[in-house]
């Protein structure tokens, strides 16, 4: 086949290009915070544990060993941290969505796993809290 004759070769309806990705992950992630649906969650804050895990699209440009190039995971930390501190959530549900939502707000974000653990809610146990994953429509 020559190269002329690609010419006329047309994608499969609803295919997609491929796209190169990498993954970005926040592991271990420990704040205070005020969370839960009980009178003494909502007067002291409890210990809540965040796991992350990001799928971003690959940069087209060059990187240049600039961090301005890169979805950064400082800037999710810090926009995390702000959001724990600003106000009372009741469901560890509420705050895996928030969290997902800021994962996703990068134009290079695809795809964001949130774990969310209130590490002292039930003496038993280790952790209890839930996971999720969203990915851009």
Do not use: W
């Amino acid at each position: 086949m020559t190269s002329s004759d690609l010419s006329n070769v047309m994608p499969l309806p609803g295919s997609i290009e491929a796209v190169s990705t990498h993954q970005i992950f926040i592991s271990d992630l420990v704040l205070d915070m005020s969370i839960g649906i009980y009178d003494h969650e909502k007067a002291n804050a409890q210990r809540v544990r965040f796991n992350i895990e990001i799928t971003a699209r690959d940069s087209q440009a060059p990187l240049q060993d600039d961090y301005q190039n890169v979805l950064c995971y400082e800037a999710i930390v810090n926009s995390i941290k702000s959001l724990v501190a600003d106000e009372h959530i009741n469901l560890v549900e509420t705050l895996a969505e928030r969290v997902a939502d800021i994962c996703l707000s990068s134009n290079q974000a695809v795809k964001a796993s949130v774990k969310v653990e209130k590490l002292d809610a039930i003496k038993e146990a280790g952790s209890v809290g839930v996971q999720i994953v969203r990915t851009k429509g």
